[in-house]
């Protein structure tokens, strides 16, 4: 008998439908434009979050679109494993408040925080939940509302960023088909390239905190690209090198959705041709951990993923930190 696989057997998506375009930075004061951001990160627009949209409900719209693609129900869900850098509270997990919103009575939920890898780190951990028998079958969901840690005085960022959420379905299979091969890596050096630097349990919020406005995101742009292209493209080849396949094998890449420019030097590096390539980023932006599995859904709907399909996904953020995956369907 083949040996058991996670396989993803439901996906679905959570976006609002509000969309700023890069017009509107003028409305709010920031001194930019279109043609800027277009030439330099490939967004047009993006989905921000209105009206009480949260991490969890942009989460749990996500999660019932691939719960009912599956046909599982709440009750059947063993875990939900979210991953977020923008947790609706600091305490207790967003996952939980996610569970008591789908009513997965029987699940364990918890978070995982890997900034724009949580969500390939998250389902490398429901993949190994399953493989060893602790699960059956997990809901992995990767969710952010980027819009409310962005500095919307800081042009260098807040033009970059979306909110939105995505969801799979992961299910023990031993059809063969699901996850081949993952890998993650991290280097804690160099965290203060992109961080929050106050608002935690150290420079707790305080009137100077939100004075200085350093509770919000602040991003060495220049240097997190380079290390952005040179880690994506480890990770595409370790992960390629453990299923023992090369780029020619790669049915779709579903890069993490940042810089139409990382993502064309990290496909050219692995030798996937753009037709090859998934790219969402000029409708939304850069959803951190949430960009994989909204491309990977969308992918899907379009009819890009066929039975069979090998799909490599690779990620890169805050940490740094940096993952791949594949995924034959
Ligand atoms: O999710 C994972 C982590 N994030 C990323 O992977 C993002 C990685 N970095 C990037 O994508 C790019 O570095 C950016 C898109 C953020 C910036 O592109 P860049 O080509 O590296 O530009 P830059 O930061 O070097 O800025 C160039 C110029 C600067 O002016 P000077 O100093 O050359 O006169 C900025 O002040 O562009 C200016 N600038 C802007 N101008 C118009 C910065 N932001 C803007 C803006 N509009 N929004």
Redesign the pocket.
Known sequence: MKRPVAAVIGTGRGVPRNIMTNHD?AAIG????HE??VE??GIHQRHIAKDGETTCSMAADAARKAMDEAGVHPGQLDAIVLSTATPDRLLPATAVDLQAALGASRAAAFDIGA??SGWLYAMTVAEGMITSGVSETILVVGSEKMSAIVDWKD??????FGDGAGAVILQRSRSGKGILSAFMRSDGQLADL?YRPSGGATNQMSAQVLEERSHLVR?A?????KH?VRSMSEAADRALDTARLTGTDVDLLIP?Q??V??IEATAKHSNIPMEKVYVNVDRYG?T?SA?IPIALDEAREKGLIHDGSTVLMV????GFTWASMIIRF
Do not use: D, P, Q, Y
């Open positions: 930075f920031i001194e930019t434009s800027w951001i330099r990160s900034a724009c042009r260098a960022t807040c033009v970059l992109l991003m742009g220049r240097e997190v690209f952005a993490h940042a810089n420019r990382i850069n951190s960009s990620a890169f953020g805050a």
